[in-house]
Protein backbone atom coordinates (compact mmCIF):
# COMPACT_ATOMS: atom_id res chain seq x y z
CA UNK A 1 0.00 0.00 0.00
CA UNK A 2 1.66 2.94 -0.97
CA UNK A 3 1.44 6.59 0.79
CA UNK A 4 -0.88 9.37 -0.35
CA UNK A 5 1.24 11.89 -2.61
CA UNK A 6 2.03 14.85 -0.35
CA UNK A 7 -0.24 18.09 -2.20
CA UNK A 8 1.32 20.59 -4.54
CA UNK A 9 0.75 23.48 -1.85
CA UNK A 10 3.12 21.58 0.74
CA UNK A 11 5.24 20.98 -2.28
CA UNK A 12 5.90 24.43 -3.02
CA UNK A 13 6.01 25.52 0.10
CA UNK A 14 9.06 23.17 0.62
CA UNK A 15 10.85 24.68 -2.52
CA UNK A 16 10.34 27.79 -1.23
CA UNK A 17 11.89 26.90 2.14
CA UNK A 18 15.11 25.41 0.48
CA UNK A 19 15.29 28.31 -1.54
CA UNK A 20 14.98 30.62 1.04
CA UNK A 21 17.82 28.59 3.08
CA UNK A 22 19.95 28.84 0.29
CA UNK A 23 20.05 32.45 -0.08
CA UNK A 24 20.68 32.49 3.69
CA UNK A 25 23.65 30.16 3.22
CA UNK A 26 25.03 32.34 0.49
CA UNK A 27 24.55 35.25 2.62
CA UNK A 28 26.00 34.06 5.74
CA UNK A 29 28.96 32.69 3.35
CA UNK A 30 29.74 35.76 1.83
CA UNK A 31 29.51 37.91 5.17
CA UNK A 32 32.17 35.66 6.92
CA UNK A 33 34.50 35.46 3.74
CA UNK A 34 34.45 39.03 4.18
CA UNK A 35 35.22 39.05 7.86
CA UNK A 36 37.95 36.56 7.59
CA UNK A 37 39.85 37.87 4.35
CA UNK A 38 39.87 41.30 5.92
CA UNK A 39 40.89 39.89 9.29
CA UNK A 40 43.27 37.30 7.90
CA UNK A 41 44.22 38.06 4.27
CA UNK A 42 42.91 36.80 0.48
CA UNK A 43 44.91 33.24 1.36
CA UNK A 44 42.95 32.16 4.52
CA UNK A 45 42.22 29.23 4.54
CA UNK A 46 38.07 27.97 3.33
CA UNK A 47 37.86 25.94 6.08
CA UNK A 48 37.96 29.65 8.14
CA UNK A 49 35.08 30.55 6.13
CA UNK A 50 32.78 28.10 6.59
CA UNK A 51 33.37 27.52 10.47
CA UNK A 52 32.53 31.04 11.24
CA UNK A 53 29.65 31.06 8.54
CA UNK A 54 28.49 28.06 10.62
CA UNK A 55 28.03 25.81 7.77
CA UNK A 56 29.49 22.74 6.61
CA UNK A 57 32.27 22.48 3.89
CA UNK A 58 30.24 21.20 1.40
CA UNK A 59 27.70 23.94 1.42
CA UNK A 60 30.39 26.45 1.22
CA UNK A 61 31.19 24.71 -2.08
CA UNK A 62 27.92 23.84 -3.98
CA UNK A 63 27.71 27.92 -3.15
CA UNK A 64 31.09 28.61 -4.73
CA UNK A 65 33.05 26.33 -6.50
CA UNK A 66 36.51 27.73 -5.23
CA UNK A 67 38.25 30.84 -3.51
CA UNK A 68 37.77 33.33 -6.92
CA UNK A 69 34.23 32.55 -6.60
CA UNK A 70 33.89 33.34 -3.50
CA UNK A 71 35.80 36.14 -3.99
CA UNK A 72 33.47 37.21 -7.10
CA UNK A 73 30.53 36.93 -5.50
CA UNK A 74 31.79 39.34 -2.62
CA UNK A 75 32.50 41.86 -5.65
CA UNK A 76 29.42 41.46 -7.00
CA UNK A 77 27.29 42.02 -3.86
CA UNK A 78 30.00 44.99 -3.37
CA UNK A 79 28.25 46.04 -7.28
CA UNK A 80 24.66 45.62 -6.19
CA UNK A 81 25.29 48.02 -3.14
CA UNK A 82 27.09 50.64 -5.17
CA UNK A 83 23.53 50.31 -7.87
CA UNK A 84 21.22 50.79 -5.18
CA UNK A 85 23.67 53.71 -3.43
CA UNK A 86 23.21 55.38 -6.73
CA UNK A 87 19.32 55.15 -7.38
CA UNK A 88 18.91 55.94 -3.32
CA UNK A 89 17.95 59.56 -3.80
CA UNK A 90 16.61 59.71 -7.75
CA UNK A 91 17.35 62.98 -9.23
CA UNK A 92 19.72 64.12 -6.48
CA UNK A 93 22.02 66.67 -7.67
CA UNK A 94 24.98 65.42 -5.24
CA UNK A 95 24.45 61.83 -5.87
CA UNK A 96 27.33 61.92 -7.63
CA UNK A 97 29.53 63.11 -4.92
CA UNK A 98 27.85 60.53 -2.08
CA UNK A 99 28.30 57.58 -4.07
CA UNK A 100 31.87 58.35 -5.47
CA UNK A 101 32.65 59.05 -1.23
CA UNK A 102 31.04 55.30 -0.46
CA UNK A 103 33.33 53.79 -2.95
CA UNK A 104 36.36 55.54 -1.70
CA UNK A 105 35.31 54.43 1.65
CA UNK A 106 34.46 50.88 0.36
CA UNK A 107 38.00 50.97 -1.13
CA UNK A 108 39.70 51.72 2.21
CA UNK A 109 37.70 49.37 4.00
CA UNK A 110 38.59 46.48 1.97
CA UNK A 111 41.82 46.92 0.51
CA UNK A 112 42.98 43.13 0.58
CA UNK A 113 39.46 42.47 -1.56
CA UNK A 114 40.44 45.56 -4.16
CA UNK A 115 43.63 44.96 -4.38
CA UNK A 116 42.56 41.48 -5.73
CA UNK A 117 40.20 42.69 -8.05
CA UNK A 118 43.01 45.05 -9.16
CA UNK A 119 45.46 42.28 -9.73
CA UNK A 120 43.06 40.03 -11.81
CA UNK A 121 43.35 39.74 -16.12
CA UNK A 122 41.37 43.07 -16.83
CA UNK A 123 40.75 41.39 -20.45
CA UNK A 124 39.19 38.92 -19.30
CA UNK A 125 35.23 38.69 -19.79
CA UNK A 126 34.46 38.40 -15.99
CA UNK A 127 36.02 41.61 -15.54
CA UNK A 128 35.04 43.81 -18.29
CA UNK A 129 31.32 42.66 -17.23
CA UNK A 130 31.94 43.77 -13.92
CA UNK A 131 33.40 47.04 -15.01
CA UNK A 132 30.56 47.23 -17.43
CA UNK A 133 27.97 46.79 -14.28
CA UNK A 134 30.08 49.37 -12.28
CA UNK A 135 30.24 52.25 -14.99
CA UNK A 136 26.52 51.59 -15.91
CA UNK A 137 25.96 51.97 -12.14
CA UNK A 138 27.13 55.83 -12.25
CA UNK A 139 25.28 56.66 -15.25
CA UNK A 140 22.36 58.77 -13.39
CA UNK A 141 24.60 60.16 -10.63
CA UNK A 142 26.50 61.23 -13.66
CA UNK A 143 23.78 62.78 -15.12
CA UNK A 144 22.07 64.45 -12.59
CA UNK A 145 25.01 65.45 -11.15
CA UNK A 146 25.99 67.36 -15.12
CA UNK A 147 22.44 68.84 -14.95
CA UNK A 148 22.49 70.57 -11.62
CA UNK A 149 26.42 71.89 -12.35
CA UNK A 150 27.26 69.62 -9.74
CA UNK A 151 30.56 68.27 -11.44
CA UNK A 152 32.43 69.27 -14.47
CA UNK A 153 30.26 69.85 -17.73
CA UNK A 154 32.28 66.99 -19.80
CA UNK A 155 32.52 64.24 -16.78
CA UNK A 156 31.33 61.21 -17.93
CA UNK A 157 30.23 58.14 -16.38
CA UNK A 158 33.34 56.10 -18.23
CA UNK A 159 35.76 58.83 -15.88
CA UNK A 160 34.92 57.08 -12.90
CA UNK A 161 37.21 54.18 -14.07
CA UNK A 162 39.80 56.34 -13.45
CA UNK A 163 38.87 58.31 -10.26
CA UNK A 164 39.03 55.05 -8.62
CA UNK A 165 42.07 54.33 -10.01
CA UNK A 166 42.96 57.28 -8.35
CA UNK A 167 41.50 56.57 -4.87
CA UNK A 168 42.73 52.75 -4.68
CA UNK A 169 46.33 53.87 -5.01
CA UNK A 170 46.09 54.84 -1.49
CA UNK A 171 45.47 50.79 -1.02
CA UNK A 172 49.04 50.12 -1.31
CA UNK A 173 50.45 51.82 1.85
CA UNK A 174 50.55 49.31 4.35
CA UNK A 175 50.83 51.17 7.53
CA UNK A 176 46.69 52.12 7.92
CA UNK A 177 47.91 55.67 9.26
CA UNK A 178 49.52 56.26 5.70
CA UNK A 179 46.83 54.20 3.96
CA UNK A 180 44.47 57.28 5.74
CA UNK A 181 46.33 59.86 5.04
CA UNK A 182 46.93 58.52 1.21
CA UNK A 183 42.82 58.00 0.64
CA UNK A 184 42.19 61.49 2.62
CA UNK A 185 44.29 63.35 -0.16
CA UNK A 186 43.16 61.58 -3.06
CA UNK A 187 39.79 62.52 -2.16
CA UNK A 188 41.21 66.25 -2.57
CA UNK A 189 42.43 65.45 -5.90
CA UNK A 190 39.42 63.76 -7.01
CA UNK A 191 36.54 66.33 -6.03
CA UNK A 192 38.96 69.10 -7.55
CA UNK A 193 39.83 66.80 -10.83
CA UNK A 194 36.34 66.72 -11.29
CA UNK A 195 34.98 69.92 -9.71
CA UNK A 196 32.63 68.35 -7.76
CA UNK A 197 30.49 70.48 -5.16
CA UNK A 198 29.29 68.50 -1.92
CA UNK A 199 25.75 69.76 -0.09
CA UNK A 200 26.50 72.14 2.23
CA UNK A 201 26.40 70.70 6.03
CA UNK A 202 23.00 71.77 7.72
Not at 103 to 108: E, K, R, S, T
Not at 163 to 183: F, I, N, Q, S
Request: hydrophobic share 50%; net charge positive; with cysteine.
Amino acid sequence: MTGKPRSQPAVASAVVRRRADAVENRDRLLDAAEAVFLAEGIDAPLDAVAQRAGIGRATLFRHFADRHALIAGLQQRTLAAIEAEALRAPGDPYALVRLLRFLAQHLVARAPLTEYWQAFDHDSAEFQAAQARFVAAFEPPVAWARAAGTCRPDFQAADVVLLAALLGGALYARVPERRRALAARAWQLVVEVAQLREPRAE
